[in-house]
């Protein structure tokens, strides 16, 4: 079974732009959940997204944003960036993603690393 | 302060050594602990997974959780140099699709030296 992938594996942006990052869920998976990882603040829990709607957000500003199309990929979008944006994005597929047991264990992707100039 | 604590290292131990990693927590709803290993470049990958509290093994790796000092370990016996990588515990406790309610540590980074 091939697991989450995520495109591209590797970004480079200016101050100002967006970016669009794509998720691939595990297929079968419903529940997508996108992460950001630094080394200051750890991983970060943005937004959790199932049958193409977020069920769940972190405290994020309203420039992160997502969706999900009905084949459960996802992709992420992220406007008017800035330098602190530069990061490792996460995502994340689980069946259910509702914590009710190993059954909706998460299981991530490699990541996106983005770098804002 | 954060839901999740957890020293962020480094840890270097020279191989064969037991290497003990540990978090904290704060919210008493957390029923759901995991440890995620990740390697350099690589996503997060699902090393232990424990309901509730008492001791779960699996070959050289031990989790140990606590709930009633919310804290909790995992164990690694005879270290290899293959487990240097960044250790996350993560937690969770909701049921009944509320959706993700995982909370994570900031990681552990672990050497193992030959």
């Known amino acids: 079974k091939a697991g989450v992938t995520q495109t591209p594996r590797y970004l480079i942006k200016t101050r100002g732009q967006q970016v669009t990052l794509s998720c691939s869920p595990i297929s079968g998976h419903r529940s997508v959940s996108w992460y950001q990882q630094t080394p200051g603040q750890g991983l970060q829990f943005l937004f959790e997204?199932?049958?193409?709607?977020?069920?769940n957000k972190g405290n994020f500003p309203g420039r992160f944003s997502g969706r999900q199309f009905s084949n459960s990929r996802s992709e992420m979008n992220v406007s008017t960036l800035e330098l602190g944006d530069s990061a490792l994005y996460l995502c994340a597929s689980s069946l259910a993603g509702s914590s009710g047991g190993l059954a909706d264990t998460q299981y991530f992707g490699p990541g996106t690393r983005l770098t804002v100039l | 302060q954060k839901e999740v604590e957890q020293d962020p290292g480094p840890l270097s131990v020279p191989e064969g050594a037991i290497v003990s990693l540990n978090c904290t927590y704060s919210n008493s709803a957390f029923q759901y602990f995991m440890w995620y290993r990740q390697y350099s470049r690589k996503g997060p990958e699902l090393l232990m997974y424990t309901y509730s509290s008492g001791n779960k093994e699996d070959g050289r790796f031990t989790a140990q959780v606590d709930k009633s000092s919310k804290y909790i370990s995992l164990f690694i016996r005879d270290s290899q140099p293959s487990d240097s990588a960044t250790y996350l515990c993560a937690m969770s406790g909701s049921q009944g699709g509320d959706g993700n309610d995982m909370r994570f540590g900031a990681g552990t980074r672990l050497t193992v030296k030959p």
């Open positions: 997204y199932f049958s193409e709607t977020q069920r």
